[in-house]
């Protein structure tokens, strides 16, 4: 039984000790590496690590990537451009409005990633925002407003 005592843990309680003695009661914090972020120009906020994975190599799961960041506004663009069918056949109405943020976002994006992206991402992006522009524009046209409905 004194093994398991020594092998375990020490509880103090510091709330009636002054600030002083809870200094020195209390080991120091870890060091936090200071990690300059992969193609930025700031480091990470404390305490932040970047890395993909442990070990840097890639997550057999697969995580998040901007393609996915990208694909998921084009589609909401496409949603409100009235692009795409729901399952049961109707399309979803159009809704100008909610259509130009997104391309506008995507075009944001494009903006703030020029140089950074691979030469995949750069085409994915670049020809997901003209198919989009051509469709706001075309429904512009058509003079389609937020409810779908024509001139």
Do not use: C, W
């Amino acid at each position: 039984m004194t093994e398991q005592e020594d092998k375990g843990f020490k509880v103090v309680d510091k709330r009636s000790m002054s600030d002083e003695e809870r200094e020195k009661s209390s080991p120091p914090p870890p060091p936090q590496p200071q990690v300059q972020a992969e193609g930025g120009n700031r480091n990470a906020p404390e305490g932040v690590i970047e890395r993909k994975s442990p070990g840097d190599k890639p997550s057999d799961v697969g995580g998040p990537a901007f393609l996915d960041l990208v694909s998921t506004l084009q589609f909401g663009a496409m949603a409100s451009l009235g692009m795409i069918q729901s399952p049961d056949g109707k399309r979803f109405p159009v809704n100008l409005p909610s259509a130009k943020d997104s391309i506008d976002i995507l075009g944001i994006l494009q903006e703030k990633t020029k140089g950074n992206l691979t030469t995949e991402e750069a085409e994915v992006l670049t020809e997901g925002l003209y198919h989009l522009r051509m469709a706001y524009t075309a429904a512009m046209n058509a003079g389609q407003g937020a409810g779908g409905k024509g001139k």
